[in-house]
Nanobody, 115 residues
Framework: QVQLVESGGGLVQPGGSLRLSCAASGSIFRINTMGWYRQAPGKQRELVAA???????NYADSVKGRFTISRDNAKNTVYLQMNSLKPEDTAVYYC?????????WGQGTQVTVSS
């Protein structure tokens, strides 16, 4: 089994920055995709950014140029650096770990962008 532990959410003013971390432990498959999704009240969960074990990345158009996803394969940890945050970025952010045959969600961390 795999476990995910997220950290780094909180309250930040518009224009500010936050960094989210998600550490995976357990039976980690060498080839995997880790990513961040978010869900705002009344909206569907959406992809924010994802990174495969080889390093290729994918971003939602709404965060391109502001957010950066990265990973440390030695630590099985994925990071989401969020800059120039906007009120519309407010949501619960969920870490996701996926292989060809398996997927797991983290517990979620709240990010609130407000003055």
């Amino acid at each position: 089994q795999v476990q995910l532990v997220e950290s780094g959410g909180g309250l930040v003013q518009p224009g500010g920055s936050l960094r989210l971390s998600c550490a995976a432990s357990g039976s980690i498959f060498r080839i995997n995709t880790m990513g961040w999704y978010r869900q705002a009240p009344g909206k569907q969960r959406e992809l924010v950014a994802a990174i495969i074990s080889g390093g290729s990345t994918n971003y939602a158009d709404s965060v391109k140029g502001r957010f950066t996803i990265s990973r440390d394969n030695a630590k099985n940890t994925v990071y989401l650096q969020m800059n120039s945050l906007k009120p519309e970025d407010t949501a619960v952010y969920y870490c996701n770990y996926a292989t060809k045959n398996y997927g797991l969600w983290g517990q979620g961390t709240q990010v609130t962008v407000s003055s």
